[in-house]
Each structure stands twice: as structure tokens, then as C-alpha cells.
Nanobody, 122 residues
Framework: QVQLVESGGGLVPAGGSLRLSCAVSGDTFSNYVAAWFRQAPGKEREWVAVISQSGTRAVYEDSVEGRFTISRDNVKNTVYLQMNDLNVEDTAVYYC???????????????WGQGTQVSVSS
């Protein structure tokens, strides 16, 4: 069974940075696409970024393009999300997810972490 554990969330002022990590276990990590999603209170879960199995291709949601960077380490079985220039609208619970094909649709992912809270103060 594939298991994902996120870490790195917290409270930061607007303009600050955070780096989220997601450790994956239970199967060969390099076989999986990895993605980050987020869910703000009262809103649906939305896609943030996705990275290919090899890490050579990454795609971002428009509002985070240029501020967030997704990366992965297939030796450490970990996917990261470096978040810079954070703003209040980035406040949400952030989830990592893995599956076999790249997608921006939450329903396409079978494996999820428990989420980590990111709060940005004005």
C-alpha cells in the first residue's frame, strides 16, 4: 500500500517562503507521477502542480507559476514544493498525491497524504 506523509507547513507572513515535503513509501516511487493540491476552507480541492516520474517535466497552475517549484528526489522517495512570495490567497491545507499518469484532476489520483496546513498572514 502506497503511503504519503507531508511535512513543512506553518504560518508565514505575506511575501515569505515555505518548503513542503512529501515522503512516499510502499512502492517504487519513480513509477509514479507526483502532484500537489490545496484546499482552502469552504472551497473545493484545487490542483497546484504536477511533476513527471523522472522529474523532467513540471506543470503549474497559473496563479502559482513563477512562485512555486515542484521537484522530486527519487532516491529519497520524496516530492517537494518550494513556495516563494506567498500571499494570503495561498492559505490552505496542502496535499500531495501520486498516481501513474499526469493529471490536474483530483479524482485521477488514488494515493493521498493527510495534508499540511499553510497559513499566510497579511
Amino acid at each position: 500500500q502506497v503511503q504519503l506523509v507531508e511535512s513543512g507547513g506553518g504560518l508565514v507572513p505575506a511575501g515569505g517562503s515555505l518548503r513542503l515535503s512529501c515522503a512516499v513509501s510502499g512502492d517504487t516511487f519513480s513509477n509514479y507521477v507526483a502532484a500537489w493540491f490545496r484546499q482552502a476552507p469552504g472551497k473545493e480541492r484545487e490542483w497546484v502542480a504536477v511533476i513527471s516520474q523522472s522529474g523532467t517535466r513540471a506543470v503549474y497552475e497559473d496563479s502559482v507559476e513563477g512562485r512555486f517549484t515542484i521537484s522530486r528526489d527519487n532516491v529519497k522517495n520524496t516530492v517537494y514544493l518550494q513556495m516563494n512570495d506567498l500571499n494570503v490567497e495561498d492559505t490552505a491545507v496542502y496535499y500531495c498525491a501520486v498516481d501513474r499518469q499526469m493529471s490536474a484532476v483530483p479524482q485521477a489520483y488514488d494515493y493521498w497524504g493527510q495534508g499540511t496546513q499553510v497559513s499566510v498572514s497579511s
